[in-house]
């Protein structure tokens, strides 16, 4: 239910860690050999841009901010169903995003999508025009 917590857990590995031998790899690596793999694979097709991975795993009820990756991305579904809403970079303007990287925001929308559904409503007289 809305009013009980969620929980997001996340595992980020460093990009050199695929240069350690494989026995000191994390379990992230291990697991995802594609992913961490020193050599050009389907996944990581150019090892020297790798950033590292992050794995995020969300109960039902977590949401993301609107936000811009540089890198690149793969979601796999495990179980249920997730939404997306995919954008070009060239309309980040559009959507709010802080390109500021010293801001605490850096690469996250200010908009906030929640209130899409009040769009269609009397309730969408709170939101400022901008937003709108």
Known sequence: ??????????????????????????FVSRDLPSFSNPKPTFFGFDPKQQKGIQCRFG???????????????????????KRYILSPPR??????????RAHPSFRHSMLNF????LLDNDKSKNMSQLER
């Not at 109960?59 to 169903?81: F, L, P, Q, S």
């Not at 309309?91 to 500021?100: D, F, H, S, T, Y």
């Open 1 to 26: 239910p809305p009013h009980e917590s969620h929980y997001y857990f996340t595992s980020g590995v460093e990009r050199e860690e695929r240069l350690r031998p494989k026995s000191m790899w994390t």
């Open 59 to 81: 109960e039902r009820g977590v949401t993301a901010a609107t936000h811009y990756d540089a890198g690149r991305n793969m979601i796999a579904m495990i179980k249920g169903a």
């Open 91 to 100: 309309e980040c303007p559009k959507l709010g995003i802080v390109p500021q």
């Open 114 to 117: 929640g209130h899409i559904a």
